[in-house]
């Protein structure tokens, strides 16, 4: 979640930005209208969207990278060391906050709301020539619309009649207060983004531009209207989703009744939402390969696939057949490159070069992506091209996971930790101490006379609770 409200808050902040430096000034309004809302929809849309690139560039590793952060537990529990530290990851403590600002967000909309409605309430109604309902209301007000209601003063009514319907009516005739009801959701969503408030504010401003020039188009006086433009500049307390009268700089509005018309090849200039959509697209694709396990576990055997797993590029997996295999200080010492392969330290791209230069005491894992312990081999005697190898270091492997032990000798005991479990309580056991399977990898350490039933069904119950890095071993040691 506190991704994608990151990402969407980026999208949001520039795709206003260009809208302020180029479409600002130009009195084309409906159609500013219509940019600034594709603007609010993109920005809720686009971090939807899931796009992977097998060429990850330096913003790609990079925003994984931070996301990746983000979502770290900052203490972890094992199974060895059984204290009482509950995971919490930055990613927690933002979305604690984040909460927090939404409901206070939520709570101002509702009381508005409210208020908005018992206000309506009473006051004398009747039907204009729109088929709208007005209410009028005694004392000074300052004249708003809201759907099909327009609600103004007994005063305004018998004197400025025409000019406040007019205006009001066109509001109404626009469906604003839909784009109202639009903004009020991505303010409560980005609450902390100052670039929305930025961009109520304009779209704001254009509805009363659009009502504005509806007034002088019906043959109304504009200095008259101007001068009750000025009359009503204080008036009751604004409403979310209400059209005001008084909304918007007052100045601004009337020199905008007199700017010349922008020319209509002007709006050609919105074409920057389209690079800038693509530029997105291509920023936040994630590296093909943290995905790639995944894909190839679920394209085997989908059924068996949970739909909360995301498997990770640094151990083996639940699959004896697909996975990372792990290599042996000795089968990485004899390695020899091809030009296809690619080397990802810590999910960054590096040269074979500077892989050989790696200090391996510094080296958690290195693994290399094959359907089997035979494609394994041969991508490592050089006979298969295009090798992908994932090099974890002890630094990353210790801030990013958290590990658990299960261990099971030949009598058919099953360790968890220093815990003796049994296959019926193995799941339970398993997510008391894990709440992040992705982040967790499970050492599964088997004897060689262990009965091949129960190491399978310990792999099918770690595939049921998400568990899929694995770090098999099989021990000729008898008490294991």
Request: neutral net charge; hydrophobic residues 40%.
């Amino acid at each position: 979640m506190v991704i994608y409200i990151v990402k969407s808050a980026i999208i949001l902040g520039i795709l206003y930005s260009c809208y302020f430096i180029m479409l600002n000034k130009e009195t084309f309004h409906r159609f500013n209208r219509m940019v600034l809302i594709i603007i609010m929809l993109l920005s809720l849309g686009l971090p939807l969207v899931k796009t992977y690139t097998y060429k990850p560039s330096v913003v790609n590793t990079e925003i994984y990278d931070i996301q990746s952060r983000i979502e770290t537990p900052i203490y972890y529990r094992t199974a060895v060391i059984a204290d009482t530290q509950e995971k919490v990851s930055w990613g927690e403590i933002l979305l604690i906050i984040y909460y927090t600002g939404v409901a206070i967000s939520l709570l101002f909309v509702v009381i508005h709301t409210i208020g908005l409605i018992q206000y309506m309430r009473g006051g004398l109604c009747h039907t204009d020539s729109k088929g709208n309902t007005v209410i009028l209301k005694s004392g000074e007000i300052s004249p708003f619309s809201i759907f099909h209601y327009i609600v103004m003063s007994v005063e305004d009514y018998e004197h400025h009649r025409t000019s406040i319907l007019t205006h009001e009516q066109e509001h109404i005739r626009l469906h604003h207060t839909y784009d109202l009801i639009l903004l009020e959701v991505v303010k409560t969503l980005q609450w902390f983004n100052p670039f929305v408030w930025f961009l109520a504010s304009n779209l704001k401003s254009v509805h009363e531009y659009e009502a504005d020039e509806a007034v002088i188009n019906q043959g109304i006086d504009a200095i008259q209207y101007q001068q009750l433009l000025v009359t009503k500049a204080v008036g009751n307390r604004l409403q979310p989703f209400a059209n005001n009268l008084r909304r918007g700089s007052l100045k601004k509005r009337i020199i905008m009744m007199y700017q010349k018309k922008s020319n209509r090849w002007m709006m050609l200039k919105a074409l920057f939402v389209i690079p800038v959509v693509l530029i997105a697209i291509l920023a936040f694709a994630t590296p093909k390969f943290v995905s790639s396990i995944k894909d190839t576990v679920e394209e085997r055997n989908p059924s068996q696939t949970p739909d909360n797993k995301n498997t990770t590029e640094v151990a083996d997996t639940c699959d004896a057949e697909i996975g990372i295999y792990l290599l042996t200080p000795e089968k990485i010492a004899n390695l020899n490159e091809t030009p296809e392969d690619s080397f990802l330290l810590d999910g960054k791209h590096i040269s074979f070069e500077k892989f050989k230069k790696l200090d391996m005491d510094s080296i958690e894992h290195v693994g290399i992506l094959a359907k089997s312990e035979e494609s394994r081999d041969k991508q490592i005697s050089g006979e298969c091209k295009g090798r992908t190898f994932y090099v974890i270091s002890k630094k990353m492997g210790i801030s990013r996971y958290s590990k658990i032990e299960i261990r099971v000798n030949r009598q058919d005991k099953i360790m968890l930790g220093t815990d003796i479990v049994n296959l019926s309580n193995l799941s339970d056991s398993i997510k008391k101490q894990v709440s992040s399977p992705d982040r967790t990898i499970v050492s599964l350490e088997v004897s060689e006379k262990a009965p091949q039933s129960t190491v399978s069904s310990i792999k099918e119950i770690l595939r049921k609770t998400g568990n899929l890095n694995i770090e098999y071993s099989v021990h000729k040691e008898s008490d294991k």
